[in-house]
């Protein structure tokens, strides 16, 4: 058992709060709006759903950075790209969501990257087939969505096929969603960004070259 | 939005009601919304979620105000039935709860409703894309009926061990002749997950498959939330050589003639005398309006 | 008739306005005030908090007032506001050995350090209805002598450091139960659902926000043979502990304020293997305020959910962990159970046309076989 009198560990060090980047004006109402466009945008693989435009800490996409503000709190551990991981978006994801930022991406719920990350999706949390929702919901900045080009995707969510071009992607990433697909009920499920488009693609998605 | 000194982001903007938009606080509601997401990328699995209490009982519809409180905003319409009807007390209940902690606008018509909080019934009328039907789920668990222990059935869905439950629809056909589940009849979503439709007639079970709303299960006292994107394959259990039949009825709807509703039976006297109506209010108030159009017409 | 199933909106405002109507009562005699409730029912207070989980009798008070002293649907009307508070920490655990004690009694030991002190306890009253109570009589009382003992050493930790009995930890069956954020955390099933195998923090917690009757039966049904696990009720204590907080800015223990607890020391039968030599075993039982029988039932059933961990056989109702834990709380028992009373005649008439389509089937077959 704890004894009483105990000291905590240190906190991790104050933030600055100059130049912090802004959260929502309303919280509820945003928050509301922004996942309802990421539950749209999973349930319907494929499809590009639009933000409101908004800043964001260098480097971030309005749209990644506003699914943070709207879904991440104290008990969602993120893991962020190193690449991405500035003191702008630290600041304001600690300040804003009270979010613990973690070292390894197998213990996040949530993960900020962008395509050219090290290695395979399976560093994420794949969740169990006990538990296939205990796994990473990644966050992925590409350079752009469209609505028609080069695959197909199908699954639940599209009534038969449905055509989407992402730009950014190197070549790995065709064989990474197969296999993520394939490990079905396990896997990551992920949200694309572009600007302040959104476009989800969850782990029951077929992607066809 | 950037400046020296911004707003902290917080969760208190509580109004007259001394409530949150929706009853719930914001951070129950993050942590819903997250359910939901990993509820429609594994359709037709059981997410567990941290189930509050709410301030209507256990069975009584918590689960579904959870799952409604978390995705209604406040340009949302939403619709409240209750055994297909919105004029029965406990949809009234609902609804009213939601018109006053959210202040959203309510409607009995199922086109209008951009949000659809049911109870033991899909509405007649065809849903739309964009829609979202959210049913109240007394028993979340397909096999619970077979195997009450919890780690037992989340090992039979883990290895998709669902030969006990065509065993239990089969000892039906030997007996009865008929698989004799009416309500709740269990489906297998996207080919993988078996899952509880919630108690709505065996009737509506093929207007869930291919549906183009989303569709959204919440179990407050059981704590589980699942879902079943537009566009999914949702087939009801069934044998080659007694294939899935919905019931049918002799008798039409006795106000709007309606020969293919599901009927509700009406005992109108002491003798044993009877009527059929509609179960879905709306629908039947829908062919009478079209009825009295025409004959103006 | 059928308007009488319908229309709801006018039938709610009426049995509302009815509720309170009945709820009042006769309005020649006195309201009753919540701290009347508060002063004089403070047996039902503590039970509302306790199950409610909430530690307010002021609140748990208005509850019973409100609920016309319907005491599960007070803890309902606790819960529900409960739910909506923000929670800004956790405590500290609450240390009872500090305890300011009212009464204390151990049946293991004739006499101990500290000694046995009854206190206000209903247990050697002769139960016979007291008529001045009905005249609103004040009876003449002796003010009781201010007693209180303050660390008092726990009768169990006596034979712990004999070694006669295993340690308040129990067993070694660590699952960290806490969140991926903090897994070393007691987990809280106010905040994530149930998860089985639980662990003993769960469970305790399962228990203590229980519902006494069930728990009560549950432990009645160890002592009748059903997972028995011979007991003696080693140290039951009722008093004040300091409930202590430690803010993130402080980064030391403050007392939030006090609380009135009831704790209950199980001891049990023993057990040992090759290995490790017999001792007792323990059951914990620890509500709020003077809850007696609460506390005891729950220490029993602690002790029979503790089967798993000490290797016994699983053969009855009250060991087993997902009968226990999955049926325990009275909120989740009388919601579904009173749903029934919801309209359900969609589902009725499903059946209602298979049966009859069956039983038209056996009236043909029956012909078919008539010569």
């Given at each position: 058992m704890t004894t009483p009198n105990q000291t905590r560990t240190p906190k991790t060090p104050a933030l600055s709060l100059t130049g912090l980047c802004g959260g929502f004006d309303d919280p509820v109402q945003q928050s509301q709006q922004v996942f309802r466009r990421a539950l749209t945008a999973l349930s319907e693989p494929g499809t590009l759903q639009t933000l409101p435009a908004a800043d964001a800490p260098t480097g971030i996409h309005p749209a990644a950075y506003q699914l943070c503000l709207a879904l991440l709190d104290a008990e969602t551990p993120l893991w962020i790209a190193p690449a991405l991981k500035s003191e702008a978006l630290v600041s304001a994801l600690r300040f804003h969501c009270g979010c613990r930022i973690v070292d390894d991406p197998g213990r996040a719920e949530f993960a900020l990257i962008s395509?050219?990350?090290?290695?395979?999706?399976?560093?994420f949390a794949q969740g169990s087939?006990?538990?296939?929702?205990?796994s990473t919901t990644l966050i992925v900045q590409v350079g752009s969505l469209e609505a028609t080009a080069d695959w197909t995707l199908s699954g639940?969510?599209?009534?038969?096929t449905r055509k989407v071009g992402i730009t950014?992607?190197?070549?790995?990433w065709p064989g990474m969603l197969a296999d993520n697909h394939r490990r079905f009920p396990c896997g990551v499920d992920i949200l694309f960004t572009a600007g302040s488009v959104l476009m989800g693609l969850p782990r029951t998605t077929r992607v066809e070259i | 939005m950037t400046t020296a000194f911004p707003d902290q982001t917080t969760d208190t903007p509580a109004d007259a009601t001394g409530y949150n938009f929706a009853y719930l606080d914001e951070q129950t509601k993050r942590m819903i919304r997250r359910c939901l997401l990993k509820a429609v990328a594994v359709p037709g699995y059981q997410v567990p979620f941290g189930g509050r209490e709410m301030p209507l009982p256990y069975g009584w519809g918590t689960g579904g105000m959870q799952v409604t409180a978390t995705v209604i905003g406040s340009d949302d319409v939403l619709k409240v039935i209750d055994q297909g009807a919105d004029d029965t007390t406990n949809a009234v209940s609902i609804r009213r709860f939601f018109a006053r902690t959210a202040g959203v606008a309510t409607t009995e018509s199922t086109p209008q409703a951009s949000v659809i909080q049911t109870r033991h019934r899909i509405p007649e009328t065809p849903l739309s894309r964009g829609q979202i039907l959210v049913y109240q789920v007394p028993i979340p668990e397909p096999l619970r009926f077979i195997e009450p222990r919890e780690t037992e059935t989340r090992k039979m869905h883990a290895l998709q061990e669902y030969g006990v439950m065509h065993v239990k629809l089969y000892e039906d056909i030997a007996r009865f002749g008929h698989i004799a589940t009416t309500y709740a009849y269990p489906v297998k979503v996207n080919g993988h997950y078996v899952m509880d439709p919630s108690p709505i007639p065996k009737f509506d079970n093929p207007k869930m498959h291919g549906c183009p709303a989303l569709q959204l299960f919440g179990a407050g006292r059981e704590k589980r939330i699942y879902a079943i994107p537009p566009f999914t394959r949702v087939e009801s259990l069934d044998f080659e050589d007694h294939p899935f039949e919905v019931q049918g009825w002799d008798q039409t709807c006795e106000f709007c003639g309606s020969d293919h509703s599901f009927l509700d039976e009406v005992v109108i006297d002491d003798y044993g005398g009877r009527i059929f109506i509609c179960s879905d209010t709306d629908y039947c108030n829908q062919r009478l309006d079209a009825d009295a159009r025409k004959e103006a017409v | 008739m059928y308007v009488a199933v319908k229309g709801g909106e006018q039938a709610i405002d009426q049995a509302h306005s009815w509720l309170d109507e009945t709820r009042r009562g006769d309005t020649s005699l006195p309201e009753l005030s919540v701290e009347q409730i508060r002063q004089q029912m403070g047996m039902a207070v503590d039970r509302v908090m306790t199950e409610g989980s909430l530690y307010d009798p002021e609140l748990a008070a208005l509850a019973l007032k409100q609920a016309s002293g319907d005491v599960i649907e007070a803890i309902f009307l606790l819960r529900a506001y409960r739910t909506t508070l923000p929670r800004f920490l956790a405590s500290c655990p609450v240390e009872t050995d500090r305890m300011a004690i009212r009464r204390r009694i151990s049946a293991a030991y004739k006499d101990l350090p500290g000694g046995q002190i009854l206190g206000p306890t209903y247990d050697y009253t002769h139960r016979l209805l007291d008529f001045t109570l009905l005249a609103n009589g004040e009876r003449a009382t002796t003010p009781p002598a201010d007693d209180t003992v303050e660390n008092c050493p726990r009768v169990l930790d006596f034979l712990n450091s004999e070694g006669l009995i295993e340690s308040p930890q129990g067993q070694d069956e660590h699952?960290?139960?806490?969140?991926?954020?903090?897994?070393?955390a007691p987990a809280d099933l106010t905040r994530q659902p149930m998860d089985y195998p639980a662990d003993r923090d769960l469970r305790l917690q399962a228990l203590a926000r229980g519902d006494e009757g069930f728990l009560l039966a549950l432990a009645y049904s160890t002592q009748r043979g059903y997972g028995r696990n011979h007991p003696f009720a080693g140290e039951i204590r009722q008093g004040e502990v300091a409930v202590e907080i430690v803010p993130e800015e402080l980064g030391f223990a403050v007392i939030a304020g006090d609380i009135q607890v009831t704790e209950c020391d199980m001891i049990n039968q023993f057990s040992g293997t090759e290995t490790e030599a017999p001792r007792f075993t323990r059951g914990y039982g620890l509500a709020f305020g003077n809850a007696e029988r609460k506390a005891l039932a729950m220490a029993l059933v602690d002790r029979a959910l503790r089967a798993r961990e000490l290797g016994e056989d699983i053969v009855s109702p009250a060991q087993d962990e997902e009968f226990v834990l999955a049926h325990c709380d009275n909120l989740d028992s009388s919601g579904f159970v009173s749903?029934?009373?919801?309209?359900?005649y969609v589902d009725f008439q499903s059946e209602l046309v298979l049966l009859r389509r069956l039983r038209k089937e056996f009236e043909q077959r029956r012909e078919a076989n008539q010569p």
């Open positions: 395509p050219d990350i090290d290695g395979e999706l399976t560093r087939h006990e538990y296939p929702d205990r639940p969510g599209i009534d038969g950014g992607l190197d070549p790995r | - | 699952k960290p139960s806490g969140t991926m954020e903090a897994p070393d749903h029934l009373k919801l309209p359900h």
